[in-house]
């Protein structure tokens, strides 16, 4: 059986990557809108119904507008904006943590996480369930990441040789310093914290690839626990996840002469966490592509779960 899928926004770096995936799914049929008719509410809204599935690759407000155009119940749509992303009639499609499978698998409304909150609360929430960290203690976190998350206008700055240039765009640039992320609300309700954590976005001048940074101190955690400890309740969640792989531990391995390769992960829907420490101090990082296990591999991830799919047809591990 083949299934009609439509992806409304199909310019952006997330809808270019979803249809790229898409085009390797014999089963899959992508509808098409002519360029001219992008912002036609009636052509997209004759399309946004016919499909059996549609992605939202749109800026909130335009993916709140297209929900209100889709009037065909069988229609499942999965949003890759931070719109609906702690909606209560909204699935959170992150399959990975706790009976969230299930949810996705039987849900016609799937909301993508955000690239930063994808590594976040995967390596978050298990403590939380383990009972070693306590729901209110006082997380900070930072997040490097490439380029192609900033948006159309951020992605030409940054290629444009001299306004990257004019912007000194050369350096890494810290983000959201007055700690309103758009992620932070779903970093804090999927996650299991009952507060949101004092987090900072770094972006820096490479296209893409992310590493999420979370240190933790042992002797003020709910259970005190060691660096060893915290691999140990990891490597145990995500134990039989194909996508979700937690690396050795203390994994120096994987250093370049004592250097954290972000980039290890890109063009994947994999993503790997890495436990640091000792006895006294933790440091967690994961490490994913924000084009794929954080944004466009994660969609697809979910929309084969909606259809019965493979879960990792067409995605690369």
């Known amino acids: 059986m ?13 809808g270019l990557k979803i249809f790229e995936d898409l085009s390797k799914q014999a089963n899959i049929e992508v ?12 052509e997209r809204s004759k399309l946004l119904n016919q ?11 335009a993916a709140k507008e297209s929900v209100k155009l889709v009037t065909n119940e069988k229609t499942k749509i999965i949003n890759t904006s931070t719109a609906f992303r702690t909606a209560k009639n909204w699935v959170f499609g992150l399959p990975e943590i706790k009976n969230q499978r299930d949810l996705i698998r039987s849900s016609g409304r799937v909301t993508v996480p955000g690239c930063h909150a994808t590594g976040f609360i995967l390596t978050i929430r298990p403590l ?7 729901s209110d203690y006082p997380i900070t976190c930072y997040s490097v990441t490439g380029y192609s998350g900033a948006g159309k206008k951020g992605i030409e700055e940054y290629e444009n040789t001299s306004i990257a240039a004019a912007k000194q765009l050369n350096v890494p640039k810290h983000y959201a310093l007055q700690l309103d992320h758009k992620h932070l609300p779903e970093m804090a309700m999927y996650s299991g914290l009952s507060h949101e954590p004092l987090f900072t976005p770094i972006i820096a001048n490479y296209r893409q690839g992310l590493a999420m940074t979370i240190p933790l101190i042992s002797r003020i955690l709910l259970k005190r626990s060691s660096a060893k400890d915290v691999h140990e309740i990891l490597s145990a969640y995500y134990a039989t996840e194909r996508f979700v792989h937690v690396m050795p531990y203390d994994s120096e391995a994987c250093f370049d002469e004592g250097r954290f390769n ?48 493979d879960e990792g047809n067409s995605l690369v591990n």
């Open 2 to 14: 083949k299934y009609s899928v439509f992806i409304d926004g199909p310019e952006g770096t997330t």
């Open 31 to 42: 509808l098409r809108i002519d360029d001219e008719k992008r912002k036609d509410s009636e």
């Open 51 to 61: 499909a059996d599935v549609v992605f939202l690759c749109l800026p909130d407000a």
């Open 128 to 134: 939380i369930e383990a009972g070693i960290l306590q």
């Open 262 to 309: 972000i980039t290890a992960c890109n063009n994947t829907n994999r993503l790997e966490i890495f436990v640091f420490g000792n006895n006294e101090r933790i440091n967690i990082v994961s490490r994913y592509d924000n084009l794929g296990k954080g944004a466009s591999g994660a969609a697809v991830q979910n929309m084969n779960l909606m259809l019965g799919f």
